[in-house]
């Protein structure tokens, strides 16, 4: 499913870049291979997911139209990819996404529902927006095709790692509902063994990490709250955890102030622009090597839709001084 | 020569990305095509044309060690291409250089020597550095062998044009002495003759514009008083102007201030850093179209080592507002 997704996928996706510094493996202590996903169309992984979900559809169900809810970057990812198929798309967003990620879901052709995480119930505004389900709903991430897609990014990392000479390595991913680090999972089960992945996420919203321990399903107590809002589901879903739990080494939780400083390593250091939620596995390889086993780690920059003004505080805050 | 060059630095450079924006187009009225050259090691083309210079030295040549004088991008390549060759190497700097430049030309190895432009006479400085000319000088442009390695970009963006079926484009080079330019241009002469290559200078340093219109070697006023400079030359050189002006089509000349919204539209939409000097080839792209004669432009992003403060800035003044 992983290999038909990105047949499907290939033609119209980035094969991104693996990109790397001697200043980065200096903090860390080990090679740093960054995989920059923040270069992918629409700005994220999540187009790969969202081109696999809506390709597979058939004509009847493109006819009737997809709906999803996403904080930005699934937004993007499935209005672009629902443009390209000539379907119509219903986002349902929150109030506080940033507003990047508002604008261009709207510019890519999206019809785009806001709502307030706070006060209103999502299930309600979908109830409302998509009254006989006529549309077909594209999850975020408990989605096999989603999955599937997201598994492109793993057949990219291991035909990259041959091609740098990389043998055993750590696969950091920064995780939400986990259906990228699934699918990569899933993906190097089958090409490389020496890969495992771990997940990455901020320190107070790691509910995959705990999962990891617990061996069921955890919930964060929130779900806003930090600058990593392309990072902050409740829990890890039906679908993805079983994998992650069978397939992927210890999760690593990360602050915010650490993904800020990676955020701006990766502008000085790399002069790719990553968002902070996609800035927390690069975090984890730069700052938390204690909890490392390889000599290389691959740290996927998974988005880089961030504000100007959230950029501009961290280079504030984290730039070199002169 | 070419040729050679590519094949010595192919293992070595990354083969950078060709990217594109959906919301850049629009603005341009054409499709615009963003050859990311400040992904490339040490964050400009200049590691190509460095590397093509060192690994053509002899073993007694290497023995001597190199010099070059550089604000700082062709540092930084030469920095690194001579460690990588266990050269030594030493670098005449401005000290007004931005800073990042300097620390990481320190950083790759280089013994980096600051002088100041408005009070000291560089060849001075040059001969107290070199008393024998025992140290190898690479010119940061007007050198066969670096004009070559900067070449190996317009192989690139000729096997990128097949791949993404660009037929016809004009080719938008941030130029200061004209070194990546003319590579770019005998590269396309001899692999595409649809493409043709076009300079971008900013409006107060645009000597290769008017070298370009006077058919002769036209000299700046100044050398200094812009954010821009990666580009700001005294004149093209002896070696590129005769190559420019037999190949190139008419200089295009932007604003600083188009230089920064590039800039910021390359953080917005690319996800990719920029630096004022390698932006104005994009500003060109995006607000010169009234100058531009295909429906495909290919515009080289040269380089992405700014500092913060001045990205800060930018992003301040020209990023999309709530």
């Known amino acids: 499913m992983i290999k038909d997704a990105y047949e499907r996928i290939a033609p119209h996706a980035r094969r991104t870049p693996l990109l790397t510094s001697p200043f980065l493996d200096e903090i860390a202590k080990r090679r740093v291979w960054v995989k920059a ?3 992918q169309h629409t700005g994220s992984f999540k187009f790969r997911g969202a081109w696999a979900a809506i390709s597979a559809l058939n004509y009847e169900e493109r006819r009737r139209g997809v709906i999803t809810f996403s904080s930005g970057n699934h937004a993007q990812g499935i209005a672009l990819a629902a443009m390209r198929h000539s379907v119509s798309s219903t986002i349902i967003m929150p109030k506080d996404s940033p507003r990047i990620k508002i604008e261009n879901t709207r510019a890519l052709g999206a019809e785009v529902v ?13 109830e409302k927006v998509n009254p006989k389900k006529s ?27 041959i091609e740098n000479n990389i043998l055993n390595a750590e696969v950091l991913v920064c995780s939400g509902g986990g259906g990228l680090a699934s699918g990569i999972a899933l993906t190097l089960e089958k090409l490389n063994s020496n890969m495992q992945v771990r997940t990455a ?15 069921k399903i955890e919930q964060n107590t929130k779900t806003s709250g930090s600058l990593c809002d392309a990072v902050l589901t409740l829990s890890p879903g039906e679908i993805t955890f079983p994998i992650l739990y069978r397939l ?11 993904a800020l400083r990676a955020m701006v390593l990766a502008f000085e250091r790399l002069r790719i622009v990553i968002e902070p939620g996609g800035a927390v596995a690069l975090a984890a390889a730069l700052f938390h090597g204690d909890e490392l086993n390889q000599d290389d780690v691959i740290a996927v920059a998974t988005g880089g839709n961030v504000d100007a003004e959230v950029f501009n505080n961290a280079l504030a805050q984290y730039g070199s001084k002169s």
């Open 248 to 258: 992927c080494g210890k999760g690593i939780s990360v602050s915010e102030e650490d």
């Open 37 to 39: 996903e923040c270069l």
């Open 201 to 215: 996420e901020p320190n107070e919203f790691d509910d995959i990490k705990r999962s990891l321990i617990s061996g």
């Open 135 to 161: 549309r077909i709903l594209i999850k975020p991430y408990d989605d096999h095709q989603v999955i599937a897609g997201q598994g492109s990014v793993g057949i990219e990392v291991a035909e990259q790692s």
């Open 114 to 126: 806001l709502y307030d995480r706070a006060t209103e119930d999502r299930s309600i505004i979908e």
